[in-house]
Nanobody, 124 residues
Framework: QVQLVESGGGLVQAGGSLRLSCAAS????????MAWFRQAPGKEREFVAA????????NYADSVKGRFTISRENAKNTAYLQMNSLKPEDTAVYYC?????????????????WGQGTQVTVSS
């Protein structure tokens, strides 16, 4: 059973930084792409960033490009999202997700395993 547990959310002022972590268990972490999605109040869930199973490729939403960095440590079964220059519009629940495809190509969909989410609030 795949389990994803996020941590690192919280309240930060605009311009600040946070680092989210996602601890994975239940299967061989290093064989699957990982991603982060977010959902703000009253809005649809949206893609934030993704990283391939070996960490060689990444992809970002335009809204976070240049400010957020996705990474992973396969030896620790953990993915990260470093968020810098945070804006109030980044306020959302952030979800760690894992792909269903074994060593698949990088994509913004096809993620069947979701964590419980962690709240990020950016004050102005």
């Amino acid at each position: 059973q795949v389990q994803l547990v996020e941590s690192g959310g919280g309240l930060v002022q605009a311009g600040g930084s946070l680092r989210l972590s996602c601890a994975a268990s239940g299967r061989t972490f290093s064989n699957y792409n990982m991603a982060w999605f977010r959902q703000a109040p009253g809005k649809e869930r949206e893609f934030v960033a993704a990283i391939t199973w070996a960490g060689g490729s990444t992809n970002y939403a335009d809204s976070v490009k240049g400010r957020f960095t996705i990474s992973r440590e396969n030896a620790k079964n953990t993915a990260y999202l470093q968020m810098n220059s945070l804006k109030p519009e980044d306020t959302a629940v952030y979800y760690c997700v894992s792909s269903s495809y074994y060593r698949g190509s990088l994509r913004r969909s096809g993620y069947d395993y979701w964590g419980q989410g962690t709240q990020v609030t950016v004050s102005s």
